[in-house]
């Protein structure tokens, strides 16, 4: 890995910072002649004449194709959204273009960190040298447009190298974090049968060394699909592993070939990616974007709504971007989108809270100090950790460099919220922006945002993101404001997936988000509903609510179905069951996730047991092992209960959303008609504990 050397804040800019939504819209006035009153007339346009809307993204970022599109949004279907026909874009050119400009400022590409001290940056130039080697190396293993390329990587350099190679070649990307258990990579990487596998020797992680290999050797086994392996050496520098190529020689190629590679123009929709979002039932969702939707969109997102700037640009030079995330979270996808925008990525590999003998939540903040972080991203709750510790400024060093604290994963409360400005505060940055986002891994983007010129409400979301008709509908399917209801969006955004692989007939994407509401619905662009031939709305699955003029901001209640969300990762409950309902003691069971906003989140594990079996100390934590095992420490349940009967629909399915919405509180009569239960009997049990719940 290259080392270069840069000094974090003595490459600020000297000029006052221009927000970057502002910049977009005098860009907007003088190019098109298009003035807003405020941003709300500014949303309402881009969520109708989405034709001009994203047409002016392409513009303002200089999209290049060396073909012409014939139209920007062919076909207003959803699902089947036709984007941008005939124009052909590749991720990695897009990033790659920054090399000469960024370099020449002498901004690093990445800048690394990681338990045990671990420390590197890799420069622009270093970055397209790595990746085009690692490119010609999977061109000489054949890998071809369209094959798969896995990846069992962490949140370091090397992976980031990786998946713009593959990008690079046309091959479709796909990673796990080493965190993940061998059962629960194997569910996702068995769907998509990758030709080549890349993995890592071994993670540090809360003080200590995990070795992977024994994983390595699992899915080498299990994934018959693969004809070659890559293995990077994290741990230990001089292992090696028969028939396994090794990640330092792959990448030190330098010759003309090299130095000439470029990457390929590819169809606009050419897949990118495959991510994984898990539902209540089967394995979990392949989920495939496309090279140019994921172009526009993390732009839109990550420059306009998220105010980050390119890092050579003369009005945010030295702009340095940190989002914490495993590679196993979307945001690691919006971490690495930063380089699209020409911007420093600061990434952190490790345990964000120091080991279980001895916390420490000042381990970012003293990395964000030491590298110059400018945007400082994490999940909710890390910040809530931080809170409880009551970590000081004192404590993490100069943090006068951070403008900017990044939220999602879960509800963001009023409370924290107003102890990161308290923080910061004390850190020297009295008017430090929250910029809250609420998206997801099923379109790669978000939904409800940040604007750097709106006011803000603690505990609330500034606006719902420029090209996104997001709504909240009650439960007649109609929009409402001030209240709570179903997130939908009534039109399509060019990230939301091409399809889900292996669904060869789109019936699986079509239930996953689509088939809530009748064809037609709510398709109302520029005014007028559309035609049941326009499809449906999306609906995403979260308790919104989205404030009227008068009380503007949104706020994400939580998941609206039985999905698991633990901190931004969702999983799929059968996933769960899978590992639990191995063990021979256990009969039956169902998990819920009762994620809501101004409430910890709790998530009860219920068990039934054979006959003779008692959930002793001993069960319980075969129990919290075998999910560990299988997924990942994540999803280790807080509490475990032991109970007679898991309530059934007459027709045998688990009734998780029901149990969950009681458990938040809402009476009995509301959540289930005991006349379509198998076993209503069962329900005054519940009843009761959701009572002590209460109380507790």
Same mark, same amino acid.
């Given at each position: ?12 800019? #000297? ?10 819209? #005098?860009?907007?006035?003088?190019? /098109? ?67 000469? $400009?960024? /370099? ?99 993670? #540090? ?61 590819? $169809? ?53 971007? /940190? ?9 690691? !996808? ?101 910029? !809250? ?69 789109? #019936? ?189």
């Amino acid at each position: 890995m290259e080392t270069t050397t840069s000094t974090p804040h003595a490459s600020r800019a #000297a000029t006052p910072r221009v927000p970057q939504i502002r910049r977009y819209q #005098a860009w907007l006035q003088a190019r /098109h002649g298009l003035a807003f009153d405020d941003y709300d007339a500014l949303w309402r346009w881009s969520v109708t004449e989405l034709d001009a809307f994203w047409q002016s993204i392409w513009d303002y970022f200089d999209i290049q194709s060396p073909t012409p599109h014939s139209a920007v949004l062919a076909c207003n279907v959803m699902p089947g959204a036709q984007w941008f026909p005939g124009a052909q874009v590749n991720y990695a050119r897009q990033v790659l273009r920054h090399v000469e $400009p960024a /370099h020449a400022a002498g901004q690093p590409a990445l800048i690394a960190r990681g338990e045990g001290g671990r420390q590197s940056e890799l420069s622009w130039p270093e970055l397209r040298r790595q990746v085009a080697a690692l490119a010609l190396h999977l061109r000489a293993q054949g890998v071809q447009p369209g094959d798969r390329v896995a990846a069992y990587l962490p949140n370091i350099p090397e992976t980031i190298v990786a998946f713009l190679a593959c990008a690079s070649v046309g091959a479709v990307w796909s990673v796990c974090a080493p965190d993940m258990g061998t059962s629960a990579v194997l569910d996702r990487f068995r769907q998509i049968e990758p030709k080549v596998l890349l993995a890592v020797d071994g993670v #540090a992680y809360g003080g200590r060394a995990l070795d992977r290999t024994g994983v390595l050797a699992e899915l080498r086994e299990q994934l018959p699909s693969v004809r070659h392996v890559v293995l990077v050496n994290h741990l230990d520098a001089s292992k090696t592993i028969a028939g396994c190529a090794n990640w330092t020689s792959v990448t030190a190629r330098n010759d003309h070939e090299v130095a000439d590679f470029e990457p390929l123009w590819l $169809p606009f929709d050419h897949p990118l990616w495959i991510v994984y979002s898990s539902g209540t039932t089967g394995l979990p969702k392949p989920i495939v974007h496309g090279h140019g939707g994921m172009v526009l969109v993390m732009l839109q997102l990550g420059t306009l709504h998220n105010d980050i700037g390119c890092s050579y640009d003369p009005l945010s030079l030295g702009e340095r971007f /940190h989002w914490y995330s495993t590679t196993g979270w979307i945001m690691w !996808n919006a971490q690495v989108g930063g380089l699209l925008g020409g911007t420093t990525c600061v990434l952190y590999d490790g345990s964000p809270g120091g080991s279980k003998d001895r916390p420490d939540w000042t381990v970012l903040w003293r990395m964000a100090a030491e590298t110059g972080v400018t945007f400082f991203g994490a999940g909710a709750a890390f910040y809530a950790n931080c809170m409880k510790a009551g970590i000081t400024p004192a404590q993490c060093g100069d943090l006068s460099a951070v403008r900017a604290l990044g939220s999602t994963g879960s509800p963001l409360s009023a409370e924290v919220q107003q102890w990161g400005r308290d923080f910061m505060a004390g850190a020297g940055v009295p008017q430090v922006w929250w910029c !809250n986002i609420s998206g997801g891994t099923d379109f790669a983007g978000a939904f409800i945002g940040g604007n750097r010129e709106l006011p803000q409400t603690p505990g609330r979301m500034q606006c719902r993101m420029l090209g996104a008709a997001v709504e909240a509908w009650d439960d007649g399917g109609q929009p409402v404001l001030d209240a709570v209801g179903e997130l939908v969006c009534t039109q399509p955004i060019p990230s939301m997936p091409l399809y889900l692989w292996g669904d060869e007939d789109g #019936a699986r994407y079509h239930a996953s988000y689509f088939e809530m509401y009748p064809p037609g619905q709510g398709r109302r662009p520029g005014g007028g509903d559309l035609g049941p031939e326009a499809g449906s709305v999306w609906r995403h699955g979260d308790w919104i609510e989205i404030g009227s003029p008068a009380h503007p901001g949104c706020v994400i209640y939580g998941r609206s179905d039985a999905t698991i969300n633990r901190h931004g990762l969702r999983m799929g409950t059968s996933e769960i069951y899978s590992a639990v309902e191995a063990l021979p003691e256990v009969l039956d069971s169902m998990v819920v996730d009762l994620e809501y906003l101004g409430r910890d989140s709790f998530m009860p594990l219920f068990v039934v047991l054979r006959e003779g079996s008692a959930l002793d100390e001993a069960l319980s934590e075969r129990i919290r092992a075998a999910i560990r095992s299988a997924l990942s420490p994540r999803f280790v349940p807080d509490a475990i209960v032991q109970v007679a009967e898991v309530p059934r629909t007459l027709s045998g399915k688990k009734q998780e959303l029901p149990i969950k919405k009681l458990l938040l509180g809402q009476p009995l009569e509301r959540v289930v008609n005991r006349d379509a239960m198998a076993n209503p009997g069962c329900l005054d049990w519940y009843v009761t504990y959701a009572q002590r719940r209460g109380q507790g």
